[in-house]
């Protein structure tokens, strides 16, 4: 089993910037790869970043050169550092894990952006 906990979401303005963290615990060992999420009001969730165990690093169109994806292994955390944030970047952003043929999510959290 693999827990995982999102932080940082909140109110900022268009332009500012915001930091999400994704800390897991438990069987972290066995995670390959793990992603961020996100809904927005009406819409179905969308992937918006993905990195591997090994590194490889991908994101959505609309956030490339806004939003990057790091992972911090000796803290078991995943960032997601977004940048020039615009009131369409309004969602819940959710953290995944994949771990062999099983999948976890987070709990989410909001992120406003509006003036």
């Known amino acids: 089993q693999v827990q995982l906990v999102e932080s940082g979401g909140g109110l900022v303005q268009p332009g500012g910037s915001l930091k999400l963290s994704c800390a897991a615990s438990?069987?972290?060992?066995?995670?390959?790869?793990m992603y961020w999420y996100r809904r927005r009001p009406g819409k179905l969730r969308e992937l918006v970043a993905r990195i591997s165990s090994d590194g490889p690093i991908n994101s959505t169109n609309s956030v490339k050169g806004r939003f990057t994806i790091s992972r911090d292994n000796a803290k078991n955390t995943v960032i997601l550092q977004m940048n020039s944030l615009k009131p369409e970047d309004t969602a819940v952003y959710f953290c995944?894990?994949?771990?062999?043929?099983?999948?976890?999510w987070g709990q989410g959290t909001l992120v406003t952006v509006s003036s």
């Open positions: 995944k894990a994949d771990s062999g043929y099983m999948v976890f």
């Open positions: 438990g069987s972290i060992d066995s995670i390959d790869a």
